[in-house]
C-alpha cells in the first residue's frame, strides 16, 4: 500500500504463562522489530496478560484463501472416525 | 526544619515531578503520531500516576494532618509545588517529548536506584517497584532517540533542536537543598550532586549513537526547589485542579 502512512504491520503472538502456547493476539504497527514488541508489549499485555511475546512481520505470513474453504476444510466435517472420541478415558486422568 | 518536615517535602517532591510528568504524557492521548505510540504513552503516563498515588499517600501519612493525596493534589497552589521545571515544559513535538522523557528517565534510573537501598523501608519499597517502570521508559525513549537522530534530515533536527532547548533544565536534576541534606545523613535520600557523571556519560552514548550533539549550554534553569516555576505550571494547576475547586465533594 502505498498511501498507508501506518509503518510495517507485524502479527503479535502473546503466550499467557512459562510453557504455554503463543497465540495470536493481534497485529501492530512498526518501523523495526525493537519498536513491533514495545508497541505489542504496550497494546496486549497492559492487564497482567503475557509472559511472553513474539512478533513476526506479516509479510511473511502465508494465508489460506477463503474461496478454497470447501476444498480444504469440507470434506473433513464427514469422517467422524478421524475424532479420537472411541477411546475410553481412564477415571482421574486430567489430561490425555 | 524537623526531620518529617523533611521528608514530607522530600515526598511531594517526588511526587510533584512524576505527577506533572503524567499530565504532560497524558496530552498526548488521541495526539500520539500512531495509534500504537499514542497508546505507549499514555501508558507511561499512567506509570507515572500510579506512582504520584503511592508517594502522596506516604506523604500524607508522613504530614499526619488527615489530608489525603487528593488534597495533595488538587488543593496546593503553585507555590507549594516542588517538581523540577523540566517536567512542565509544554509538550512541543514529538521530538521534544522523547527528548525530555529521556533526559528524566536516565536521571530517575540513577535516582530510585539508589532510593531503592533507602534506609526509609517505605521510599525502598515504592523506588524498587518504580525501577522496573522506569527501566522500560528508558529504553522506550532512547530507541526512539536513535530512530529520529539517524532518520531523515526533519526528524534529525527536531530532536536536535529538542535536545537544544531542554538541556538548559537539567541542571536542576541535580540540585541539592536542605531537606536533601538532612534525610541524605539518616540514608534516606542520596546525594543528587554525584549522580551527574553517570547521567552525562550514559545520555552522552545514547546522543552519540543517534547523531546528536550534545548541546553546549552552561546556563541553567532554577527555581523549583523554592517552588518558583515557569508560567506552565500555573495553567496546568487551573486546569487539573478546577473541578475539586469549583465541586469540592464531586465523586466519581
Keep these: 500500500m502505498s498511501n498507508d502512512t501506518q509503518l510495517d504491520l507485524w502479527e503479535v503472538f502473546i503466550q499467557n504463562k512459562a510453557g504455554g502456547n503463543h497465540t495470536h493476539a493481534g497485529s501492530v504497527h512498526a518501523s523495526d522489530r525493537q519498536m513491533a514488541l514495545q508497541n505489542a508489549r504496550d497494546i496486549y499485555t497492559r492487564r497482567n496478560e503475557g509472559s511472553s511475546i513474539w512478533v513476526i512481520p506479516s509479510k511473511y505470513v502465508t494465508a489460506s484463501n477463503p474461496e478454497d474453504a470447501d476444498m480444504l476444510f469440507d470434506p473433513s466435517t464427514d469422517k467422524m472416525y478421524r475424532h479420537p472420541t472411541f477411546y475410553v478415558i481412564p477415571e482421574g486422568a486430567k489430561q490425555i | 526544619m524537623t526531620k518529617q518536615e523533611a521528608l514530607f517535602r522530600y515526598l511531594l517532591r517526588l511526587g510533584d515531578n512524576a505527577l506533572i510528568q503524567s499530565y504532560r504524557l497524558s496530552e498526548w492521548c488521541s495526539r500520539g503520531p500512531i495509534l500504537e505510540e499514542d497508546l505507549a504513552m499514555t ?198 485542579q478546577y473541578l475539586p475547586r469549583a465541586y469540592p465533594d464531586a465523586i466519581w
Aim: glycine share 6%; hydrophobic share 35%; net charge negative.
Design chain 2, 43 to 240: 501508558n507511561i503516563s499512567l506509570d507515572y500516576l500510579g506512582r504520584t498515588r503511592a508517594l502522596y499517600q506516604y506523604a500524607a501519612i508522613v504530614e499526619g494532618k488527615e489530608r489525603t493525596e487528593d488534597d495533595l493534589a488538587y488543593k496546593r497552589p503553585e507555590i507549594q509545588y516542588y517538581n523540577n521545571l523540566i517536567t512542565e515544559l509544554p509538550i512541543g513535538n514529538f521530538a521534544f517529548t522523547i527528548a525530555r522523557q529521556l533526559l528524566i528517565s536516565v536521571f530517575e534510573f540513577l535516582h530510585y536506584t539508589q532510593l531503592s537501598q533507602s534506609k526509609d523501608e517505605t521510599i525502598a519499597a515504592i523506588t524498587a517497584k518504580t525501577l522496573k517502570e522506569i527501566r522500560y521508559h528508558k529504553v522506550h525513549s532512547r530507541d526512539w532517540c536513535y530512530r529520529l537522530g539517524r532518520g531523515t534530515e526533519v526528524s534529525h533536527t527536531k530532536l536536535q533542536q529538542a535536545f537544544d532547548e531542554a538541556w538548559m533544565y537539567t541542571g536542576e536534576l541535580f540540585e541539592m537543598c536542605e531537606e536533601d541534606q538532612i534525610l541524605m545523613a539518616d540514608g534516606v535520600a542520596n546525594n543528587l550532586e554525584a549522580l551527574l557523571p553517570a547521567w552525562k556519560e550514559e545520555v552522552s552514548r545514547i546522543l552519540a549513537d543517534s547523531d546528536i550533539k550534545v548541546p553546549n549550554v552552561d546556563y541553567m534553569q532554577t527555581g523549583s526547589r523554592k517552588g518558583i516555576h515557569s508560567e506552565n505550571l500555573g495553567h496546568i494547576l487551573s486546569e487539573m
